[in-house]
């Protein structure tokens, strides 16, 4: 799972010429710095390999537009896909693989845009007549999270109670943004909806909640309410069927029903594979116990095992 193709962004918000990025990609990547030291920006990154949206190219920095390039390192298999086995001429003596194998191991540069990857490095081992070839090679070379899902948390988020809108009621589809906006009506809807199975909450959901807050707290149960105001409330029930609402909770608990949110619910709801996100996280340590902090890491990396899935964490520790 780790992706040694080195990824820089240049003329990027905080980033110049000089660029900044990844050396390379681990399954859990930990993004450390202060607050506007570009830990944002390294997300916006991310977000840009997989949805390859033109405005992050055009945003760019004083007037310069943004690049985002790829430093890979030639396979013989790269080779192979370019460099026909048993093609002869077109400006190459002899065999066009056995030429090609020179260049296995070998580090080029190809800048990534919006819909096409060109190759903009210059090596005096080239020469001109297969300048094209390399040209292919961009076509090959493998691209980063591509037709992944970009699923993010961001620093300042919460679960608030959220408004009935009736006229959605019938609706199954499910509006989670970054922030936790959209949060109470997800799981309103999937205990409420015939057409959702209300145990991928009342079970998956609460079973995976209780699994990082022990033994500090086990709930029972996780309800939603509608209250007088027409708003909906998330209660929980603890082993004393005492009933608390989430509103009055820390925001520690609010943070891991959003990661599992993310992690459990999204998937099964969108019908994708828990493989199929990039998930990006900022700072979930705010506010957290350093014991429950540690519980939700494990339970992240042993989620990255499990489903192969990439994530990029954000924190202003040190550690």
Not at 21 to 50: A, E, Q
Not at 129 to 143: D, G, H, M
Request: hydrophobic share 35%.
């Amino acid at each position: 799972m780790i992706l040694n193709s080195k990824i820089t962004v240049k003329n990027y918000k905080c980033f110049d010429s000089t660029g900044g990025g990844f050396d390379r990609i681990l399954p859990i990547s930990l993004i450390i710095g202060k607050n506007n030291s570009g830990k944002s920006s390294l997300l916006d990154l991310i977000n840009f390999l997989i949805k390859r949206d033109e405005g992050f190219l055009e945003l760019g920095r004083d007037g310069i537009r943004a690049e985002v390039l790829i430093e890979h390192t030639l396979t013989e298999q790269n080779i192979a896909a370019v460099f026909s086995r048993g093609a002869r001429g077109g400006g190459i003596y002899g065999d066009h693989f056995e030429y090609g194998k020179r260049f296995v191991g070998h580090t080029y540069t190809y800048k990534l845009e919006k819909k096409e990857v060109t190759y903009v490095s210059s090596d005096p081992e080239i020469d001109l007549s297969i300048t094209e070839y390399f040209r292919r090679l961009a076509k090959v070379i493998p691209k980063p999270f591509l037709e992944k899902i970009y699923c993010h948390i961001s620093a300042e988020r919460d679960i608030v109670p959220e408004k009935s809108d009736f006229s959605q009621k019938a609706g199954t589809s499910i509006n989670l943004r970054s922030n936790g906006l959209g949060a109470t009506e997800m799981i309103q809807k999937i205990i409420n909806l015939e057409k959702i199975e209300s145990k991928l909450v009342e079970k998956e959901l609460l079973n995976e909640l209780n699994a990082i807050i022990n033994p500090d707290i086990e709930f029972t149960r996780i309800v939603v309410q509608l209250k007088d105001d027409d708003y909906w409330e998330i209660f929980f029930y603890d082993a004393h069927e005492k009933r608390i609402a989430l509103s009055k909770m820390g925001s520690g608990v609010k943070t891991i029903l959003l990661v599992l949110l993310n992690l459990i619910v999204r998937p099964k709801i969108e019908n994708k594979g828990k493989g199929s996100y990039v998930f990006a996280f900022e700072e979930l340590e705010n506010n957290l116990h350093p014991a429950l902090q540690r519980r939700l890491y494990n339970y992240i990396r042993e989620y990255s095992k499990k489903h192969s899935t990439y994530f990029f964490l954000t924190t202003l520790q040190t550690w």
